[in-house]
């Protein structure tokens, strides 16, 4: 049904794919940043580095059900 949607949407599986690429990129540059900021803000930092982290095998996955889909 998501996936559906998204294809109606104009969602690519290509665009998805890219999009995990990036995420990976953004959140190796959240974790180096981590590593900038001073001891009081580097847990949020690095929290937020993780989180980010999350992200790509989650696009993929969607990724790969349009790719089935179309």
């Known amino acids: 049904m ?3 949607l998204l294809h109606r949407a104009g969602v ?3 665009q998805l794919h890219l999009a995990s690429l990036g995420t990976i990129v953004l ?3 959240l974790w180096i ?3 900038t900021v001073d001891q009081a803000q580097r ?3 690095e929290r937020r580095a993780l989180f980010v ?3 790509p095998p ?3 996955q969607i990724g790969d059900a349009l790719t089935e889909h179309e």
């Open 58 to 60: 989650t696009m993929w």
């Open 53 to 55: 982290g999350l992200w």
């Open 27 to 29: 959140c190796i540059s």
């Open 33 to 35: 940043r981590a590593k």
């Open 43 to 45: 847990g949020n930092a």
């Open 12 to 14: 690519r599986a290509t």
């Open 2 to 4: 998501v996936v559906r």
